[in-house]
């Protein structure tokens, strides 16, 4: 089960990530996407999400992030919280335009 929301700022993705919480989800299965590293590294901390890490993509696709473009970068990590390529697309193009992407997953 995958929900996304796409939010303008950290004020919308804090609220977002409380009615992800409400419907059950827990914070480790709340993930924040953001085009830029720092805001979206910021933004997780301060709304204390967990981060995509080795669990969530294995270690190649970790490993390959490296050597990846940003924008490739954000499409295969939504790709390991276990959204489709299509969906992986259309979202980054949203993270293109300043937005910010709430996912929340329990196939991590």
């Not at 924008?71 to 193009?93: I, N, T």
Request: glycine residues 6%; without cysteine; hydrophobic residues 40%.
């Amino acid at each position: 089960m995958v929900n996304v929301k796409i939010v303008e700022n950290g004020v919308q993705a804090k609220d977002t990530i409380e009615q992800f919480l409400r419907e059950g989800f827990t914070k480790d299965e709340v993930y924040l996407l953001a085009h830029h590293q720092d805001r979206s590294e910021d933004l997780t901390a301060a709304t204390n999400t967990n981060n995509i890490g080795l669990s969530e993509q294995g270690v190649f696709d970790a490993i390959a992030n490296v050597f990846r473009s940003r924008g490739d970068e954000l499409r295969a990590k939504m790709r390991s919280l276990g959204l489709s390529q299509p969906e992986a697309e259309r979202y980054e193009e949203e993270l293109d335009h300043g937005k910010v992407i709430v996912v929340a997953s329990k196939v991590a």
